[in-house]
Each structure stands twice: as C-alpha cells, then as structure tokens.
C-alpha cells in the first residue's frame, strides 16, 4: 500500500508544537491588522505530532535521487560530487552569522573571500574583472547583456539591437536576450556540430549586437572556429559573450579570454563544485574585458591597503542586479573548491571530466545513435532514434526504465536538434566502475527494447510513483491538497 500522506496521517487532538498565547490585546490586534485580514476559522492544517512529521519527511528526503546516494548524469547540468569541507566552511560561526546590512569594517573576512574569488575567476578565465553579484547563471547572462548594451548605448550605437544565438543554445540565452530587450535570430550548426561559419556571416549587420556562444557546446563538441568566430563579429562592430555553463571541461587547460570572448558568465555551482538543482542555489558570475568594466554592477569590492571597501562610484554603471552583494554562501563553497585544487588540481577536474566521457562514449555508442561522431569534450549526446524507429520506445522511456536500474537519467530531448536527445555528462568525480555499471544499464535497456519493448515502455517498475499521466499532469497540475478525507 502507499504510503499515507501528511494529512492523511491527521488526528484530531494531535499537537506537533505548541505555541505561546498571543500577547497582544485583541483590540490593539484589530487596530494594528484589518479585519479583512484576521482569521475566523482556523487554517485546517493536519494535526500531528512532531515524530509524525519528522518520520514524513525522513521517508520522503529517503526517496529522493541525489549526488550523495546516486550517479546523477545530467548533461549540461554538471552534477558533479561536492565536497563536504566546502559545507564545513559555509556553517562556520564566522560566516554563517553574518548579516548583509553589517558594516565594511565588521565584514572584512567575507569581502576578502569575494574580492580573491574575483581575482581567481579573473585569472582562470582570462578576463580583465569580473562580478560577482549575479545569483544564478541566467542572472549572469541578464547581466553580461545588460553590460554589453550599456556598451553599445554609450558608443552610440543603439541601433545594434539584434543578439545571433546558435541552434544547441541553452533555453536561457534566447529567453535573457528578450528580457535585455534583444531581438534573436538563429544561428546553423554545421554537420560536425559546431556553429556553421557561414550561416554567422550570412546573419551579420549594422544591427549585430552580440553572438551568445557556449564553448564547449551542449553537444559535448568543442568550437574549433572560435577565435575566427570572435574576429568575424568583433569586425562587424559587435561583442561576443561566452555561455560559461561548460567551463567545467576547459578549466586549468584553456582562457576563454585568449579566443577573443568580451563578457561571460560563470555558473559556480556547476564548474566549481557547488550543491545546485530545483531552482537553487546557485550564482553566476560575469567576467569581463577592459571596456567592459567601467559599466560593471555597483558596488564593486575594492581593495586599499589591508582593508576592503565596497564601491559604489561607477558613474556609467548599470547599478545593482541583486539586493545583497552576491550569493555568498555559494561563493565561499566556490571559494573552498578552488583554494583545495590549486591550479593543477583544476586542470586535472578538466583532463578527468574529459576523459570519463570519451570513456562512457566508447562504451554506449555502438548501442544508441551518435549524430556527431567526433571527440567529445566533457559531456555527449547520444540519441534514441533507432529505438524510437524499430520498436516505438522513446526516449523518455529509456530514461524511466533507468530507475530502476537505480541510476538518476540524463538529460533528454536536449539540444533541440538532436532527435531522441539523450545528453550524458558523468564529470571529473565518478569512478570507472560507476560509469561502466551505468554503460551496463543501458545496453540492458537498449536489449530489452528489441526482446520486450512493452517492458520499458511501462517503466518504471520499483519507483514510489509509478508512470504518470504525462498530459493530464501538464494540464492538470495538482499543486495543493484538494480536500481528501482522513483516514
């Protein structure tokens, strides 16, 4: 039988915590707060207990994939293991008691930690400064947005209005360039799965603002073209921003600086080894090159002396993107990551992220389709195509029938121009074992679908929650309790 649900597990007369009687007159109460406002019935919230509420969740966080308990392969997402010396440095009385309203002088130890984790940033990258105000890598890409159309407006030059974005893109790019007020148009990938040089070149005009490229791109495929890419739009008077979601496989090896890149965004929890997922944490960075600085976001640290300062006289700023200075618990975990692995230990996260890839590649590809058979770089893409065709298995079906082979699925139907997308990105932190065991699974899979399709099509079999009605929870979405009956 299923599990009962907390409101099922309701008692009459059961108390989970008590609380003090108000202490404040009701008619001062009735002054204070509208009567429109005040209750007249009690919210109809479950009575439990307390151990009724901890065993509910207990069970519930005991259902739930994570890094700490599964292989987690999200293509693009870089679920990587995250150290627990980095928690440690977070929940230190000297940080986590912090308040954001404090003082300069009462904060210096946090604003030398953002201060050097700028500096780092700045050096891996090759950037000339760099932010770290923006929450979360979408933010960062609003931001570097923001910077480059300051740019432009203070050239003169409004009329550059239009950012060029590839067809393996992030969802987000296009979605940030319209909240800057871009318009978009599509770039081509060429047949090896690199931006086609040609179709830029086609799209190139007065009103190019920028090319938003991430490198390496979400088909695992590093952009061979780079630096001409950079020439051809820099040439045409526009910038070049840089996607830094897959920074994790060129970290310590490569500069995204050195191809000619003006702005870019970093995703810490992603590239530096920080718990993200369900919407957070998270914190994205911007690096920028020198004419690029003066419009950076205020306040900026400055450092004079022995002493930080935070520095609000920027006179061509875009001003603040966030209410407080930068999400600083994922800086200092950020910060832990990279002052651990030192320079050679970052270009041996790249090396190894490299690696295992090509590895579970070698392993997968002759049992899946490979669209763009070439090395990859820290993640790929395979695709469900021929299972789709012979057998009516999807994607999606694949990626349910891993569950219960006890392994989290990858990313599916992304890139977009990938049919059957099945990404896979096992990073830097897995063993060989690991990854051989989930090569294992899906040529299991894969062997299933031509001896009994109907078994995956039904997938999964062992989850709490079996296969939902995919429709009707779309347009259907149960999003509170509705009312059931006590048991």
């Not at 998270?282 to 400055?302: A, D, M, N, Q, T």
Request: charged share 25%; net charge neutral; proline share 7%.
């Amino acid at each position: 039988m299923p599990e009962p649900l907390i409101f099922e597990l309701s008692r009459p007369g059961r108390v989970g915590c008590n609380l003090p009687a108000c202490d404040v007159p009701q008619k001062e109460l009735s002054a204070l707060i509208p009567a429109r406002h005040l209750r007249t019935a009690p919210p109809g919230l479950p009575e439990v207990s307390e151990l009724d509420i901890v065993r509910h969740y207990t069970r519930l966080s005991q259902k739930n994939f994570s890094v700490d308990t599964n292989f987690y392969p999200l293509g693009s997402c870089t679920m990587k293991y995250n150290p627990k010396v980095n928690e440690k440095v977070v929940c230190g009385f000297q940080f986590a008691r912090l308040h954001p309203y404090q003082p300069e002088e009462t904060v210096q130890g946090v604003l030398q930690v953002m201060y050097e984790m700028q500096e780092m940033l700045a050096e891996i990258s090759g950037m000339d400064a760099v932010t770290v105000q923006p929450a979360a890598g979408a933010h960062g890409e609003l931001t570097g947005l923001m910077l480059v159309k300051a740019y432009l407006k203070s050239k003169g030059q409004e009329k550059r209005t239009t950012v060029l974005i590839p067809d393996s893109a992030h969802g987000t790019n296009p979605a940030s360039c319209t909240l800057c007020g871009f318009k978009t148009k599509q770039i081509k990938s060429s047949a090896n799965g690199c931006v086609d040089v040609k179709d830029l070149e086609e799209h190139l005009d007065e009103t190019t603002a920028a090319v938003m490229i991430t490198n390496p791109n979400t088909l695992g495929i590093f952009e061979e073209n780079i630096v001409e890419i950079c020439d051809r739009i820099h040439k045409h008077g526009g910038q070049v921003y840089m996607d830094g979601a897959n920074l994790n496989a060129i970290v310590g090896i490569t500069k995204p600086g050195m191809f000619g890149i003006d702005v870019m965004h970093f995703n810490l929890h992603k590239t530096f080894s920080t718990p993200h997922g369900g919407g957070g944490p998270g914190s994205g960075p911007v690096g920028v090159r020198k004419h690029l600085v003066e419009f950076l976001p205020v306040p900026v640290i400055r450092k004079e002396g022995h002493q930080y300062k935070l520095d609000y006289n920027l006179p061509k700023t875009i001003g603040k993107v966030r209410a407080f200075y930068g999400h600083t618990a994922i800086l200092l975990r950020a910060y832990a990551y990279i002052r651990t692995l030192g320079g050679e230990g970052l270009k041996k996260v790249a090396e190894n992220a490299v690696l295992n890839a090509n590895y579970l590649l070698a392993l997968l590809k002759d049992h899946y389709d490979l669209h763009y058979k070439k090395q990859c770089m820290h993640e790929f893409v395979l695709s469900g195509s021929r299972q789709k065709k012979k057998n009516d298995v999807r994607t999606l079906d694949i990626a349910k029938r891993l569950l219960d082979y006890g392994f989290h699925p990858p990313t599916v139907y992304f890139p977009l121009i990938v049919h059957e997308a099945i990404m896979i990105e096992p990073t830097e932190t897995e063993s060989k074992q690991t990854m051989e065991e989930f090569a294992g699974a899906l040529i299991k899979i894969a062997k299933e679908i031509e001896e009994n399709p109907e078994l995956v099509r039904t997938a999964p079999h062992t989850m709490p929650i079996k296969r939902a009605d995919e429709v009707r929870a779309a347009k259907e979405p149960i999003l509170r309790w509705m009312g059931k009956k006590t048991i």
